[in-house]
């Protein structure tokens, strides 16, 4: 048991329950720094993300916060974009001796993109509330919605880092779904996405159990504690600041 690792665990747990802001844009940098390899980090975070997934799910479930016929589209063009992601990283890996510097770099591109849409939803989250809801999201968009789905997958299954934050802007931009079903219908695609991602990484040996495994005991009840909090203290000044942190991340990993 590594102190350090649990209270990192409870660190991202907390910050996901005050903010909302997904855990792999928090978690996979933060494993590089103190020294994980790239695709260690990046399989250990799929697979955490993947039991973390699951009881957010059931939870949502048990609202009927779920679209599901969003949550199926998506899924039939981000599973297969996972799996060819990870499928080429395996391929390139004896190709390319700085296959981990390139790994390295997209987490950190991604990183700052994920900071900017955050930003952006920041800034225009006011103006989106007041407009319309669709009623069918998925009517006329199905080829769209496959293709979407493909594109974040891919980055999830390179990255880890995504899952939520991307698709949750898709959610709310492109389908216009309501808010309170944003985050459940995100969180059930996730689940399904990085559980495929993770146990493909875990199969290429890529999953550090034990790490998992501290994340947890930190996280979860960080998780609690942060939701707990997060209806004292306003959550946009949060996400902003938190923005910030990630797209300085994303620069020091590139640089």
């Known amino acids: 048991m590594e102190v350090s690792i649990i209270i990192m ?45 699951l009881f957010g799910t059931i939870q949502h479930w048990r609202q009927k916060t779920i679209n599901g016929w969003l949550v199926l589209y998506f899924s039939f063009g981000s599973i297969p974009g996972a799996v060819i992601a990870i499928v080429l990283l395996k391929v390139f890996d004896s190709y390319f001796e700085n296959l981990e510097l390139i790994i390295k770099h997209s987490i950190g591109y991604v990183l700052i993109f994920v900071a900017a849409a955050m930003v952006f939803q920041n800034l225009s989250s006011n103006r989106f509330e007041t407009g319309q809801v669709t009623k069918n999201p998925v009517e006329g968009k199905k080829v769209l919605t496959i293709l979407i789905g493909f594109f974040l997958g891919f980055i999830v299954g390179l990255t880890s880092i995504g899952s939520g934050s991307l698709f949750a802007l898709a ?25 495929v991602a993770g146990i493909l990484h875990a199969g290429l040996g890529n999953v550090d159990f034990l790490l998992v495994v501290n994340l947890l005991i930190g996280s979860i009840p960080g998780v609690i504690l942060g939701s707990k909090v997060s209806t004292k203290v306003p959550a946009k000044p949060l996400r902003f600041i938190l923005a910030v942190i990630l797209f300085i991340s994303g620069i020091k990993i590139i640089f």
């Open 9 to 53: 665990g409870g660190f991202v747990g907390f910050l996901v329950g005050l903010t909302g802001v997904g855990g792999a844009s928090l978690l996979t940098p933060l494993l590089m720094l103190i020294g994980i390899n790239p695709f260690v980090a990046v399989g250990t975070d799929l697979f955490y993300n993947s039991i973390t997934k």
């Open 171 to 195: 959610l709310l931009y492109i389908y216009r779904i309501r808010t309170s079903s944003v985050v459940g219908t995100d969180i059930a695609h996730a689940f399904g996405l990085v559980t």
